[in-house]
């Protein structure tokens, strides 16, 4: 009998280890995204401000003194995430909700590994995701799909 109980509560203890792996994954993978959104909207901000100049003085062409389009395009992934790509006419909050329940996803499903593993997945599937959003987003302007 005294068996049956330690399995039990050794059940009952792996599994709330489980659940706030889970939860705290979740809310890592969120954090990260909405870091990385903040992130690149002040980039957005900066570079409408310096198209703006640029276009005022009209020192040449915009996308020579900022960013050009593959930077515009990889900061655009980096602030809007993939709900930015799934939903391009949606308001912006639409797009961070989206990208932020993906991010928590993954960092939840992350979470189950080891620690060292964990951040070294959740960093490289980060990237592959933001690489892969900027670069639809950026071949969207010659290709329709």
Known sequence: MDGDVKIKATRTAQQARWKERLVVGALLGAALFLLEAGIGQVALGRDA????????????SPDTMCLPEIGLAATRSLAYGPGGRL????????????????????????????????????????????GAVAFFTYISRYITF
């Open 49 to 60: 401000a310096c198209r703006e100049s640029a276009a005022a003085v009209r020192l040449g």
């Open 87 to 130: 939903f391009p006419e949606a308001p912006p909050a639409v797009a961070w909700i989206t990208s932020a329940v993906l991010y928590a996803a993954l960092g939840s499903a992350c979470a189950q590994l080891t620690p060292s593993r964990a951040i070294g997945t959740f960093v490289s599937i980060n990237a592959v995701v933001v």
